[in-house]
């Protein structure tokens, strides 16, 4: 049994910060079901190639689809009808929790905004995820992750400090609003369990952007001074970035002081951790363009993987750049079991990235890939007290599919 088996969500969202928590409460037990558009479905089963083939070989979802709706099922619901906005409502009255990632008062229309669906079911934890809030200036504005990234400040401190800003090569904000959506809801869940009153929660993505700027922020929160893009050096830690190597390049990751004398003995230098402009890490930071060249040319002295053994060895941080290859077929990643494998209906097993929370207690239990769209219908709306009968005359009049 899950930790949150005892929780039942209705996931409205699409893309990918909605679907994110929502698959964030599946991992940990709730059963999670998808309410999708009849014939197309959530746009990510479109976002490909590349997408998961069938046993024929025949396409079906696109891989971005599978990354953020495994173990959930699928429904497929008009909203835009009355009867479909019916359906949704008997469904909330069942439900703990609702996702959803729609514009601002866009489900008010339909009846299933907040304030509406408290009236169905009072206990209800109603999650609202958007570009910039349910209020303010930019309340009215769709908000995207690239842009986000941009306009939240990420961008201005990411990339090499002659290029051009640059964006973080996975939706770094959507990610993380989809952790956070998924943390808020749980201690919502908490406070009902404690009140019996549910709660509207206010999840937009430009505040997680800013919120997640964190040594940064406070950088010039305190210092006054915007940050500036250091391509791979970091702001408060010298030497701490990717070095050129004899063959390569690795990321070297001196955390205080004893590791960089333990490093300069290893290069053979030691009287440089002596170096009265190098003795401490905030000396290293001041004096970074001094220090950062002499260590790079150290560094060229030998091989990557004489590197990455011998600083191993001696306690000092270092680490490959490896690429998606090179980080699914790592011992560590293996032995963690971070690669899973999923029973899928058409295409027999589909691989999957494992959630990285290890429970001791309750383990987490995959049970089924992302869902086929509409795979689940029937069930659910039988659940729900629907006839064979009943459910076919929605079909014939495409409220459901």
Known sequence: MGALSHIKVLDLSRILAGPWAG?????????VIKVERPGCGDDTRGWGPPFVKDEEGNPTDAAYFHSANRGKQSIAIDM??????????RLVADVDVVIENYKVGGLKKYDLDYDSLKSV???????????FGQDGPYAERAGYDFMIQAMGGLMSVTGDPDGQPMKVGVALVDVMTGLYACNAIQA????????????HIDMALLDVQVATLANQAMNYLVGGKPPARLGNAHPNIVPYEAFPTADGHIILAVGND????????????SDLADNPAFATNSLRVENRDDLTPLVAELMKGQRSDWWLENLSECGVPCGPINTLDKVFDDQQ???RKMQIELPHPKAGTVPSVANPVKFSE???EYSSAPPMLGQHTDGV???IGLSEEEIAQLKAEKVVA
């Not at 698959?23 to 059963?31: I, N, V």
């Not at 835009?80 to 409502?89: F, M, R, S, Y």
């Not at 079911?121 to 570009?131: D, K, R």
């Open 381 to 383: 709306l039988a659940g």
């Open 121 to 131: 079911n009072p206990g209800l934890v109603y999650c609202s995820v958007t570009g």
């Open 258 to 269: 004893g590791q960089f004398a333990r490093f300069c003995k290893l290069a053979g230098v």
């Open 23 to 31: 698959q964030m409460l599946a991992d940990f037990g709730a059963e």
């Open 333 to 335: 990643v293996k032995h």
């Open 188 to 199: 919502a869940l908490l406070h009902r369990t404690e009140t019996g009153i549910g709660q």
């Open 362 to 364: 309750t383990p987490i």
């Open 80 to 89: 835009t009808t009355a009867a479909g906005q019916e359906l949704i409502k």
